[in-house]
């Protein structure tokens, strides 16, 4: 899903009052990191994650491996946080502007 410049921007702002619900360690992407992840979409449309210090991986390639594996849309990293968005199927609880 590719979103616009004023869409990435209200996902941003949205992020900002959440609090990251994954970690990624030493192991890096593992498929129980990635099946967590994915179950954290059953619940919420928009989460946050952080990438530890002991990660040797590049935090931007971790993310981008990240959504892929969800099939989740990147918002953004900021330093170590990664911001993913997946909208539900049915019924999006958030209201992208056009």
Same mark, same amino acid.
């Given at each position: 899903? =590719?979103?616009?410049? $004023? &869409?990435?921007? +209200?996902?941003? %702002?949205?992020? &900002?009052?959440?609090?990251? #619900?994954?970690?990624? %360690?030493?192991?890096?992407?593992?498929? /129980?990191?990635?099946?967590? !992840?994915?179950?954290?979409? =059953?619940?919420?449309?928009?989460?946050? %994650?952080? !990438? &530890?210090?002991?990660?040797?991986?590049? !935090? =931007?390639? !971790?993310?981008?491996?990240?959504?892929?594996?969800?099939?989740?849309?990147? #918002?953004?990293?900021?330093?170590?946080?990664?911001?993913? +968005?997946?909208?539900?199927?049915? /019924?999006? /609880?958030? $209201?992208?502007?056009?």
């Amino acid at each position: 899903m =590719n979103l616009t410049s $004023k &869409q990435r921007a +209200y996902l941003k %702002g949205l992020a &900002q009052n959440i609090e990251p #619900v994954f970690s990624i %360690g030493k192991a890096s992407i593992t498929p /129980e990191v990635t099946d967590s !992840v994915a179950e954290c979409f =059953n619940t919420k449309e928009l989460i946050k %994650g952080t !990438v &530890q210090k002991n990660c040797l991986d590049d !935090v =931007n390639e !971790v993310a981008r491996t990240v959504a892929d594996r969800t099939r989740s849309t990147l #918002v953004q990293v900021i330093g170590r946080k990664i911001v993913l +968005y997946k909208p539900f199927k049915d /019924e999006p /609880e958030i $209201k992208l502007p056009k």
